[in-house]
């Protein structure tokens, strides 16, 4: 049974970076289309980006340019960086496995990013 | 990119009552790549339907959708105590893979 293990609670400053990742354990043979979504506290889903298989990328607008999706395939794990962070970017940020036609299919229990000075 | 309006944005109902929610597009989604999703406090959301209309794997039957176009409704026939949570509608055909703001349903 494949689970997607998170990294653990980040704490940054203002302009810093925070990298997440996410690791397919159970099964680190199998590339998998990866998404990443945030949720601020109170707040609603927000899709940030995608990596699928063939390691082609895409983000939502408002993170392009910001955010860096990689992946280390020997080890079965995804990475999300978010730079030039701001008090806005706190939030929870998921991973979720994609698969077309069904959607998120399996998520990650989430990493909480908090940015303050 | 396409927005997604839900409604209501809170309801209320109790145990044994029946729940229908709402998902309006603001345009046409292709392929009716519209999902749904529970989310529980503390928890990560868990997909319910997808393709509007097909249960996902181990979601019991008393949740069903329909709909097509640009709008779309999840329906639970009979409450159950665990079914009180948010509820999220995304489409997921094309990029950007946009999110409704969450409809909470409470006792």
């Known amino acids: 049974q494949v689970q997607l293990v998170q990294s653990g609670a980040e704490v940054k400053k203002p302009g810093a970076s925070v990298k997440v990742s996410c690791k397919a354990s159970?099964?680190?043979?199998?590339?998998?289309?990866i998404n990443w979504v945030r949720q601020a506290t109170g707040q609603g889903l927000e899709w940030v980006g995608w990596m699928n298989p063939s390691g082609d990328t895409g983000s939502a607008q408002k993170f392009q340019g910001r955010v860096s999706l990689t992946r280390n395939t020997s080890v079965g794990t995804y990475y999300m960086e978010l730079n030039s962070l701001r008090s806005e970017d706190s939030a929870v940020y998921y991973c979720a496995r994609y698969i077309d036609g069904q959607g998120f299919v399996l998520w990650g229990q989430g990493t909480m990013v908090t940015v303050s000075s | 990119e396409i927005v997604l309006t839900q409604s209501p944005g809170t309801l209320s109902l109790s145990p044994g009552e029946r729940a229908t929610l709402s998902c309006r597009a603001s345009?046409?989604?292709?392929?009716?790549?519209l999902a749904w999703y529970q989310q529980k406090p503390g928890q990560a959301p868990r997909l319910l339907l997808y393709g509007a209309s097909s249960r996902a794997t181990g979601i019991p039957d008393r949740f069903s959708g329909s709909g097509s176009g640009t709008d779309f409704t999840l329906t639970i026939s009979r409450l159950e105590p665990e079914d009180f949570a948010v509820y999220s509608c995304q489409h997921y055909g094309i990029p950007p893979y946009t999110f409704g703001q969450g409809t909470k349903l409470e006792i």
């Open positions: 345009q046409n989604i292709p392929g009716n790549y």
């Open positions: 159970g099964n680190t043979f199998t590339i998998y289309d």
